[in-house]
């Protein structure tokens, strides 16, 4: 039987109708009725790429090709994600290590993998100050030019309608409140222009790939966004080709998820360009690294133009935060509570790891069960871990102007924003190990669609 409880000034008039429809199985009568049913519990999409994909995004990481003999880590790519970024292979070290003698070996064999998967590739990257050979820092300024215009030429030839988006340029510009370009061999012999040249020349080359700008410290609204955005603003206004601005969004708790992420994403987006979150790892471990995950891909999905997520690795032990735990899956490809916050936000839902959580714990998987064309309502299935629990406390937040309108099956409470519900059991809240129990609500839409966001399952022990 449903326990309704509703927030007392929005107990709505429909409620019983929704416990009716709930209580007899109505759900045919609805259909026929015009309204949309939603996938149920067995079609939630369960993978990363999967769930990422049923939002209109994709959901990449980071790819070393040395790794791509190790069965756990190919399981985990394959299975997860549908879009990679070679980490260091398609860098003009690694490609032109002297000049105009290419050497596409290991970068192909991420490009094939990818491929034969159905993945796309993020191109990463043409010119940068880093990972430059010694060879282009001693070049004059006018074979400099050539030597960067072949560079592009050569390489985008070589995968020409194989990589959906490129990094023409990366990291140009310095951090601190100067917003001034950064030294280069590019800057210091070609000037501001460097970039709009790279530009040009990638559009020529691969005329279908997504030409992009990717830099770091550019997340939030700061000196260095704006000088990019004020670049970015420039190109559009000149007919000058770009059309994506990468956030690496590599946060600590030095550098956290900045406040103004969204907002500066869409600021850019206004632009008429697409963003991507291109190099995404938080330090930390557990709830507090789940929240920020969760944030970005929040970020994300309410920017209409952010058409994808790429993590920079797939596991801790590979990171390039070498003692650092920034990714999703733990070193022993265990998914981390960081992956069931992305799932989640992405709409999608876990069957959770075969023995995992461990002792006390308890996890949550999000369903939409029904939407009509005002509302939805999603159902939250908590799950004890390897041993009983005696209670359970799960947050749901929803997005503003989104509002919950009723609930049952839980005993909600709420914080002053009216966006985030905590929710508790209703009576007993015991359930044997690995056992499960759902509760239900019903989100007044007010135009916004997206999923809810579920926070990490907290069990009590008696
Ligand atoms: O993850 C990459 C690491 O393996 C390399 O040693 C390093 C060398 O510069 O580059 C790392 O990737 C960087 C990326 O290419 C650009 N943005 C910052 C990334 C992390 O340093």
Request: aromatic share 8%; glycine share 12%.
């Amino acid at each position: 039987m449903i326990n309704g409880s509703s927030r007392g000034h929005e107990r709505p008039r429909w409620r019983s109708r929704v416990r009716q429809v709930l209580t007899t199985g109505m759900v045919g009568v609805l259909a026929a009725a015009g309204v949309v049913t939603m996938a149920g519990p067995a079609n939630a999409a369960s993978t990363l790429g999967a769930a990422a994909a049923e939002q209109g995004r994709y959901f990449g990481t980071a790819v070393a090709a040395q790794y791509l003999g190790e069965s756990g880590y190919v399981t985990t790519l394959n299975r997860e994600f549908n879009s990679v970024t070679p980490e260091n292979e398609m860098k003009w070290d690694a490609l032109e290590p002297s000049r105009n003698s290419f050497n596409f070996a290991a970068a192909d064999r991420i490009v094939s993998h990818a491929r034969a998967q159905g993945m796309r590739v993020r191109g990463h990257t043409l010119v940068w100050h880093s990972q430059l050979p010694g060879w282009v820092g001693g070049l004059g300024a006018n074979d400099l030019r050539a030597a960067m215009n072949n560079h592009i030429n050569q390489v985008m030839g070589h995968w020409r309608g194989q990589i959906h988006s490129w990094d023409v340029v990366n990291e140009a510009f310095v951090d601190g409140n100067s917003g001034a370009r950064r030294s280069s061999p590019f800057q210091d012999r070609l000037g501001d222009g460097f970039i709009e040249e790279a530009f040009r020349a990638a559009r020529a080359a691969d005329p279908n790939a997504k030409l992009c700008y990717n830099d770091y410290n550019t997340d939030g609204i700061n000196a260095k966004s704006n000088a990019v955005y004020n670049m970015v603003r420039d190109f559009k206004a000149r007919g000058v080709p770009i059309d994506c601005v990468g956030f690496q969004s590599h946060f600590n708790s030095a550098s956290p998820v900045p406040s103004d992420f969204q907002a500066n994403l869409q600021r850019f987006a206004d632009l008429g360009v697409e963003v991507q979150i291109t190099e995404l790892d938080i330090e930390g471990s557990g709830t507090a690294q789940a929240d920020s995950y969760r944030r970005v891909v929040q970020a994300c999905l309410n920017v209409t133009r952010c058409t994808g997520i790429t993590v920079w690795g797939v596991t801790d032990k590979y990171s390039w935060r070498a003692s650092g735990t920034p990714l999703l899956f733990d070193g022993n490809y265990n998914k981390k509570p960081a992956y069931d916050a992305v799932l989640t936000a992405l709409g999608g839902s876990s069957g959770g790891n075969p023995g995992n959580p461990g002792t006390g714990a308890c996890t949550v998987t999000y369903t939409e069960t029904q939407r009509w064309g005002d509302r939805f309502n999603g159902q939250v299935t908590v799950r004890a871990g390897n041993a009983p629990i005696s209670g359970w406390t799960v947050t749901v937040t929803v997005q503003s102007p989104q509002r919950i309108s009723a609930t049952w099956n839980g005993t909600p409470t709420w914080d002053s924003s009216g966006n985030v519900m905590t929710m508790r059991p209703s009576g007993n809240g015991t359930l044997a190990a690995g056992a499960s129990t759902s509760f239900g609500f019903t989100v007044m839409a007010n135009g916004n669609w997206s999923a809810p966001v579920l926070g990490t399952c907290t069990a009590t022990t008696a």
